[in-house]
Structures are given as structure tokens and as C-alpha cells.
């Protein structure tokens, strides 16, 4: 019994492993450390986006070959989640290599790309499953280290999650908030 035990975890553990490895990271500048969060700049990048009622499956879709040049398109992290006005949107981040000529155009309707603009925002990390109440949670902290600091923020906060659903161990999330910053 203990065998079978550790030959579980020892195959979820390979599993966390081999989902971490291989996927481009959305990038950024790292600004300045502000109590419990960092300030950070991150340049333009193209997005696929859609609501949240059609969320990840309209999203892989798309990056595994479902657009006009049924290109197959790198996974990359974070999976961006804004709740702005309760609507919910989920988006991918996608590789660098694209921008507005070259990445291909989804075939389902329910798959919207633009690009990013550069902007500057305040992140706060959190480990584990996200849920609504542990997002709310650093929500709710972020704006009070905000309000404390004199720091406004220009639209909703943003949920990132960096690991698959089938990462166990060492997971990261992140709440971002846009915010208005001059170097």
C-alpha cells in the first residue's frame, strides 16, 4: 500500500513538473517592490480573449488550430481573468513572435484578439486554487495597500494563474491592478 502511495505521488509530481516546463511567460519589468505586491511594467501584447461562459475551451481551441492558418499557437502563461462589471472575460497571452499582421484570425466567433497596450500595474501573488473568495481576499488588501499609499487604480483588478489545473504543488496566482504610474 505504501508503494502504490508513493508511486501516486511520485507520477503527480512528474506531472506538475512536465505542465511547468516549456511555456513562454508573459513578460515584464519589475519597477519598484512595494510592501506586499511589486510594481511592474509590462510592454503591448497581443491577447485572444472571450467571455467566461466560453472561456478555456473556445481559447484552446483557437491556439491549437482553429483560425485562418490553422496554426497551431504555443501555450503560454499566464491565463489572464478579468471580472470587470461582473461580465468575465478569460484571455491568452500569445506568443511574442505575433502582433497584429502575423497572428492569424480566430474561425469561431466567440474568439476576439487585440493588442495589449504597454501600461504599468501593481501585482499582488497568491498561492494555491484560486476561487472567488481567496481572489477577493487579495483584492480587498491590494486596494486598502493602494488606498494607504495613494495609489489609484484605472480599471478592474485582473486574476492571472500560472499553473494548469493539473499543477498540485507550487502554485501562482496573481491579482493585477492598472494603475496610473510615472517612472
Known amino acids: ?76 502563461t499566464p491565463v489572464h481573468m478579468d471580472k470587470n462589471e461582473g461580465k468575465g472575460t478569460m484571455e491568452f497571452v500569445l506568443p511574442k513572435k ?26 499582488f501573488k497568491f498561492s494555491g486554487y484560486t476561487n472567488p473568495k481567496k481572489e477577493q481576499m487579495v483584492i480587498d488588501k491590494g486596494k486598502e495597500v493602494l488606498k494607504n499609499n495613494n495609489i489609484s487604480y484605472t480599471d478592474a483588478p485582473i486574476v492571472l494563474v500560472y499553473n494548469s489545473p493539473y499543477a498540485f504543488f507550487n502554485r501562482k496566482n496573481e491579482i493585477l491592478f492598472p494603475i496610473d504610474f510615472e517612472k
Not at 481551441?61 to 501555450?75: D, E, F, V
Not at 484570425?105 to 501585482?123: D, H, K, R, T, W
Open 98 to 123: 505575433f502582433d497584429m499582421e502575423n497572428t492569424p484570425l480566430p474561425l469561431g466567433s466567440n474568439v476576439e484578439l487585440y493588442q495589449a497596450e504597454a501600461g504599468y500595474f501593481i501585482a
Open 1 to 76: 500500500m505504501k508503494g502504490i502511495r508513493f508511486g501516486i505521488v511520485l507520477f503527480l509530481l512528474n506531472i506538475n513538473f512536465i505542465m511547468a516546463q516549456g511555456y513562454e511567460t508573459q513578460s515584464y519589468e519589475v519597477i519598484q517592490n512595494f510592501e506586499e505586491g511589486e510594481i511592474r511594467f509590462y510592454p503591448q501584447v497581443m491577447m485572444a480573449k472571450t467571455s467566461s461562459q466560453s472561456g478555456f475551451s473556445s481559447l484552446f481551441k483557437y491556439i491549437s488550430g482553429n483560425n485562418t492558418k490553422r496554426q497551431k499557437i504555443a501555450m503560454t
